[in-house]
């Protein structure tokens, strides 16, 4: 079975610069989350995809953060403008809905660079 | 809301047990998730708990009391490979979908 598959592994931009990250998540998984991991932190949710409806996005800096997740399954994560403090570990992961031990699978995740 | 605590930093010997603690808060609770994750690499799952007591994998357990908050990851017959940080994740059931939120992560160090 193919894991979630993620691109870029790293990016490097300058502030105020645009980038996006894409994923692509395992077959049949209806649920998709972006998380944002600052290096010594634990990840933090940005945004959930059930299929391709938004359910939370509460902690997504809408301003310069968007995502979409077309014909739920790929998804692409955008940022612009980037900020110094974007740098992190973007990771993608999914997994089944419902049922008791539905565990999230992740990507190997973008790491970005904000110089 | 959601809040989850667990230590920063554990110390422990090659050979040894340790015991990572963490605490939950979380409104609708649907189970307890541990993940392992390397320096530089993806998380990935160790144990999943959604009812109280002890769920045994090999040299890894997981323990849960959800009156209390709390869960435990339990290490034994420690190895170098197991230097990582172990990530505390509560899941909740909310208005329809399951959120998954982590914890900072207990970044753990095992010596010779």
């Known amino acids: 079975e193919a894991g979630v598959a993620q691109s870029p592994r790293y990016k490097i931009i300058e502030k105020r610069q645009s980038v996006a990250f894409w994923c692509n998540p395992i077959s049949g998984h209806a649920t998709l989350y972006w998380y944002q991991q600052i290096l010594g932190q634990g990840p933090k949710l940005l945004i959930q995809?059930?299929?391709?409806?938004?359910?939370?996005d509460s902690q997504l800096p809408k301003d310069r953060f968007s995502a979409e997740r077309l014909k739920g399954v790929d998804s692409t994560l955008k940022i612009q403008p980037a900020k110094l403090e974007d740098s992190a570990v973007y990771l993608c992961a999914s997994s089944t809905w419902g049922g008791m031990n539905t565990e999230a699978f992740f990507g190997q995740g973008t790491r970005l660079t904000v110089v | 809301g959601q809040n989850i605590d667990q230590p920063t930093e554990m110390t422990a010997t090659e050979g040894a047990i340790v015991q990572i603690n963490c605490t939950y808060q979380t409104s609708g609770f649907n189970g307890l998730f541990w993940y392992q994750q390397h320096a530089g690499e993806a998380p990935t799952f160790l144990s999943y708990?959604?009812?109280?007591g002890l769920e045994e994998k090999g040299r890894f357990s997981s323990f849960l009391s959800r009156s209390k908050g709390y869960s435990y990851l339990l290490l034994k017959e420690l190895q170098m490979k197991d230097s990582a940080s172990y990530l505390c994740a509560a899941r909740s059931l909310s208005t329809g979908f399951q959120k998954l939120v982590f914890g900072t992560g207990t970044r753990l160090l095992v010596s010779p």
């Open positions: 708990n959604v009812l109280d």
């Open positions: 995809f059930q299929n391709n409806g938004v359910v939370d």
